[in-house]
């Protein structure tokens, strides 16, 4: 069997930022392409729900794309060459300027057909629009759209808050909308292919994880969404907030990335979309938007023209927009027949009681400030509630665009907001100021030519407008070029060729490190060599591999259940089995520490490694040391006290005092915090308690731990196999070994030399002049150890050449079983125990030389757990799969 097969290619492939460049050359040549031929381009869009997800599927020619979308009626109006009616920004209008993609459109046909016959008709008009009908009935559709998308996740996502439950019927009420969610989104997952590749893109903000962990659903959605390979929102800020919910609810490792599971990586990214800025700007050309904008210019002559699109809903602000613009009138009188607001509106779900009494706000305050203002001849606001959706004449916006001087948003959320984009477009020749709402996702990208504002700071908002009205010719130049530049470059073209590149070039990424990531067990193999050897030795590790996992609500973790670590009771039985078989010896090696394990494995016939392999005993005898002779131990109060300073000031964070090392785990503590915490403690110990100590320092993902040099599980196991094989009186070699561990990559090094030595781990060693080559007393491994592993090694394609030579000698000199304990003096230093009794058998071992390694290639299983980086030749997923392996071994052995 070859050794480590995954590990290592020597295949050259490019880098990721050298794909992602030559696939921007790609792009850039194509949008000359497309510029040559005078911009003859066919418009695809779609509507949908910003709630939900839109999800970009590729197959595997680079310009095939499926989208899966909630609603196929604008997607099939969109397929029509005509000039599109325009809706109030949002996804509509960025999808109208998607070219060069074979799209096709899978979602709900927006209407309820419950015969069969009828449902083959409307499949068949729609597949000519390359439509995919997803047929819902109407209580399905109802929960699901009306109920869970708009009445919860919308508001939620908006920073609105979930609705107050008054009685036990809401709970219920929640539980069947979340259902019909799920049952909807697997009909629109059943109609595409399950192997194409996954891009999942989010039109609308995504909050703070401290408000999306009030969704009772939010970690079934969260893993929902890491089931694709790459993730996409507008900002950095969106993306931010989705890595730190991963991190926090789910207790994933976030990574510069995206989010880290088990291995797979999920990349995240922001891509903010953009629009067809070309059809806009050619719009202006036609003749009929030149003739009424000469009206409308005529219509508005003398007053200078402020102008808002919104849906009438309570993220856009609109109150807060018409409260300022009262307050700037207020305070400048000379302005008040010199400006007028056109406020557009699109009323949305007006059966909905909250919406209805926002209209009437809305209505109340504009007559209000009209009576106070207005004159017989002139209103400072026209405001227009929009009932058509905009759908007719729009040429009409096309014209407003072009005539305004102003164009305010006060949206107080808003995921993209693509007015401001259409007005930026249209204002080519006008140069009009843009007031953005910081809180709209377009200030990332537009704010340095807008006036940003706090919607909620009425007076801010109100300065703003008299700063846009008497803003100099010079600066609006200045303003406009840059978001005009902005506009015209980052298109809804740029933006779908930059997320199917980001994609395409994810998968390629995630091939890469699937193959260094090793296979699972295979548990038949090793069952097979397990039966048809006769001596054979088992090395465990403890925690995440024998103990019981603890299943919490939400995820949110026991902290007190799992700092009690104990041994998965299903193992009872099979360990019980496997312990009385006189060919078979077992080793717990564990970092606990010598009370936690005679706690869980006294009552086991087998041999127990605590802290790192330190100490050793047989569970039918006491406990020696192995450690090395003249250990240092002297650093360990300095650094009990820098940690016991930490764990105070970090909430719910531990330390662990041992014999040989402290580990702080802040596991259960805030993340960030704790990560901030790790970082400034170790800037602290390095440059105090370490600066004379000779101590190795281990940064786990969420722990630090300090231990003395030549404190580790590979340097230690020598010594244990000396000790075992003489207590044991060996007579024939080890022919099987089985190493089931979580993170002991230096185990795995220790039976495979050839395998880097430091390539996963984070370890930092400190120390003395007197102490830089080895601990005192302390041996590492002989490389000859693992001679049995020459034929296995001789088959490996991927090995140094320095390992070729090694393999080549022991293959020549017929090694199969290395010399383990030998009769050169280093033996008894390597052995050093603090009681006599051990000390005169490493003196009697030293006459002794016995092969005691006879793995013959096949018969070696390392396997890790729960991790996928690793140096193991296999991998088992959690400490169930554990138990599942070990009940077969024991069963098949009885």
Known sequence: MPANQYHGNSTPYPGRVERLLRERELREL??????????????????????????????????????????????????????????????????????????????????????????????????????????????????????????????????????????????????????????????????????????????????????????????????????????????????????????????????????????KLTRVAAFPIGIDSERFISALKLPKVQEHIKELTERFRGRKVMLGVDRLVMIKGIPQKILAFEKFLEENPLWRDKVVLLQIAVPTRTDVPEYQKLTSQVHEIVGRINGRFGTLTAVPIHHLVCYCQLNSSSFHMFSLYAVTDVAIVTSLRDGMNLISYEFVACQDSKRGVLILSEFAGAAQSLGAGAILVNPWNITEVADSIRQALTMSAEEREKRHHHNFDHVTTHTAQEWAEMFVSELNDTVVEAQLRTRH?????????????????????????????????????????????????????????????????????????????????????????????????????????????????????????????????????TLRSHYELRDTSLVWNYKYADVEFGRLQARDMLQHLWTGPFSNASVDVVQGSRSVEVRAVGVTKGSAIDRILGEIVHSKQMTTPIDYV?????????????????????????????????????????????????????????????????????????????????????????????????????????????????????????????????????????????????????????????
């Open 517 to 649: 990531v090793p296979p699972g067990l295979p548990q038949g193999d090793a069952i097979e060599c397990y039966l048809n050897s006769h001596n054979r030795l088992l090395i465990l590790g403890f925690n995440a591999t024998l103990t019981e996992q603890v299943d919490t609500p939400g995820g949110r973790g026991d902290q007190i259940k799992e700092m009690e670590l104990k041994l998965h009771p299903d193992l009872k039985g099979p360990l019980t089995a496997l312990c009385s078989d006189p060919k078979t010896t077992i080793v717990l090696l564990s970092g606990s520490d010598r009370r936690l394990l005679d706690e869980n494995f006294r009552d086991y016939d087998m041999w127990l490694a605590a802290e790192h392999g330190m100490f050793l005993c047989h569970t039918k005898g006491e406990w020696m040391t192995t450690m090395p002779e003249h250990l240092n131990m002297e650093w360990v109060d300095s650094v009990k006290q820098v940690f016991e300073y930490f764990m105070e000031r």
């Open 30 to 263: 194509r949008r000359s392409n497309r510029a040559e031929a005078n911009g003859n381009h066919s418009h695809r869009g779609g509507e949908s729900s910003e709630l939900l997800d839109f999800r970009f599927r590729q197959n595997s020619e680079p310009q095939k794309s499926s989208y899966i979308e909630q609603y196929l009626e604008e997607a099939a109006a969109a397929t029509r060459h005509d000039v599109r009616p325009l809706s109030a920004g949002g996804l509509v209008t960025a999808l109208l300027g998607v070219n060069d993609f074979e799209a096709r459109w899978i979602g709900w046909a927006g209407v309820n057909v419950p015969d069969e016959v009828g449902q083959k008709a409307l499949t068949k008009a729609l597949a000519e629009k390359r439509c995919i009908p997803v047929f819902l009935d109407e209580e399905i559709v109802h929960q699901y759209y009306n109920g869970y998308c708009n009445n919860i996740l919308w508001p939620l996502f908006h920073y609105l808050g979930l609705p107050q439950e008054d009685r036990l019927a809401t709970t219920r009420s929640f539980q069947s909308q979340f259902a019909a969610y799920k049952k909807a989104n697997q009909m629109f997952a059943d109609e595409y292919n399950s192997n194409m590749k996954v891009g999942w893109f989010l039109h609308t903000l995504f909050p703070s994880s401290e408000i999306h962990r009030t969704l009772p659903s939010r970690s079934e959605l969260l893993r929902s969404v890491l089931a694709a390979d790459l993730v996409g929102f507008h900002t950095y800020d969106y993306a931010r907030h989705f890595v730190s919910a991963c991190t926090r609810i789910l207790g994933l490792e976030g990574t510069p990335e995206g989010v880290e599971d088990q291995g």
């Open 738 to 894: 089985l190493c089931v561990l979580g993170k002991d990559e230096d185990v795995y090094t220790f039976f495979e030399p050839e395998l880097p030595s430091d390539g996963l781990g984070v370890m930092r060693t400190k120390q003395t002049d007197s102490t830089k080559s080895s601990a005192p007393g302390e041996r590492r491994p002989s490389k000859q150890l693992p001679a049995s592993k020459g034929g296995a090694s001789k088959s490996s394609s991927h090995q140094s050449n320095k390992t070729q030579q090694q393999a080549a000698v022991l293959s020549s000199e017929k090694k199969w079983a290395a010399s383990y304990i030998c009769s050169s003096s280093g033996r008894s230093s390597s052995t050093t125990t603090s009681s006599s009794c051990c000390s005169s058998r490493a003196s009697s071992s030293e006459t002794i030389s016995r092969n005691v390694l006879d793995l013959k290639g096949d018969n070696y299983f390392s396997c890790a757990v729960g991790r996928t980086r690793t140096n193991a030749r296999y991998t088992l997923g959690s400490s169930d799969e554990v138990v599942s392996f070990l009940k077969k071994l024991a069963d098949a052995s009885s």
